[in-house]
């Protein structure tokens, strides 16, 4: 199939040229389309880009979009956005075709876009990439050590969803990140659901669920992943950065969080499989679930030394 990788970018330059070398060296046997949006910079974001074109010619596709934004919309909704719809044009056809979102600050592993794809073929209509930390950019051991205390937790969370509430398509072993770092979802699904929502922050989510509202099959195969950076000094509210800056003052006061009980977790599968036994359950979760209030957080998340 055709992927093209959609890229938001402001003020990147010198992230840019590490994600482009590393989708260069993917192990993917064609030439690959790779739609970068430049919005609201004023560095020289668009020189980097130009000189990775050349060094990289014959090897990527590179398409270059500049936009200013208006205050009022220049946040993540509407930059992915525009990367996205600009990948529409790169590729051939609505059929065997995606769109493969990720952030100016990722280095995917060389089988990233070839094991999306083999998600694809078993009949995925989007793919989640786990989301892991650079290793050329380490966290502090403090900081760590709160980060896999809350992997275990999510971990203990796909246990119980999968207990109760299996999907077939998604089966274990699995992770569980969905988001604008590694997001994969077929051309034609991405049209249908009307693209990325053009708000300031969660426009990731936001895509998914609309996706999940018209019928798509969600994956999260653990052979899918990309590194990012754990920079606090992130270019979009409420992303990647404003969590690391949340894990980073956790980790200083040397207090565990707290988190939903997993017996909310439990009600809430339950929640779902009846729901999923209805004509159209799926969509109908999709469409409800951001309704529910949220879960409370009365459990001490639970550190290991």
Not at 60 to 85: V, Y
Request: aromatic residues 4%; proline residues 9%; negative net charge.
């Amino acid at each position: 199939m055709t992927l093209c990788v959609c890229v938001p970018a402001r003020n990147e330059s010198a992230r840019l040229p590490i994600l482009l070398d590393a989708l260069a060296m993917q192990d993917w046997p064609d030439p690959i389309p790779v739609s970068i949006a430049i919005n609201n910079s004023s560095d020289n974001s668009r020189a980097v880009v130009e000189a990775a074109r050349q060094r990289h010619a014959g090897r990527l596709n590179i398409c270059i979009t500049e936009h200013i934004f208006a205050p009022d919309l220049a946040h993540a909704g509407s930059a992915r956005r525009l990367a996205m719809d600009k990948g529409l044009d790169l590729l051939p056809a609505l059929d065997n075709t995606a769109l493969v979102s990720t952030d100016a600050d990722s280095r995917p592993p060389t089988d990233w876009l070839r094991n999306i794809a083999a998600a694809f073929s078993r009949g995925a209509d989007m793919v989640g990439g786990r989301i892991d930390i650079d290793g050329a950019e380490p966290l502090p051991p403090h900081v760590q050590r709160l980060r896999m205390a809350w992997d275990r937790y999510w971990a203990n969370v796909r246990t119980i969803e999968d207990m109760i509430d299996p999907l077939p398509w998604d089966p274990a072993p699995r992770h569980g990140d969905h988001t604008g770092a590694s997001l994969a979802i077929r051309a034609a699904l991405y049209l249908a659901c009307g693209g990325v929502p053009a708000i300031a922050s969660g426009e990731d989510r936001a895509l998914v669920m609309a996706a999940l509202a018209q019928g798509g099959r969600l994956v999260h195969p653990v052979t899918v992943s990309t590194r990012v950076s754990p920079r606090l000094d992130g270019r979009a509210d409420g992303g990647m950065a404003a969590g690391m800056q949340t894990l980073f003052a956790s980790a200083q006061k040397n207090i565990s969080p707290m988190a939903p009980a997993f017996t909310h977790w439990h009600e809430r599968a339950h929640w779902r499989r009846q729901l999923r036994m209805q004509p159209d359950g799926a969509a109908l979760i999709a469409l409800q679930e951001p309704l529910l209030p949220p879960m409370p957080h009365d459990m001490v998340l639970e550190l290991q030394p």
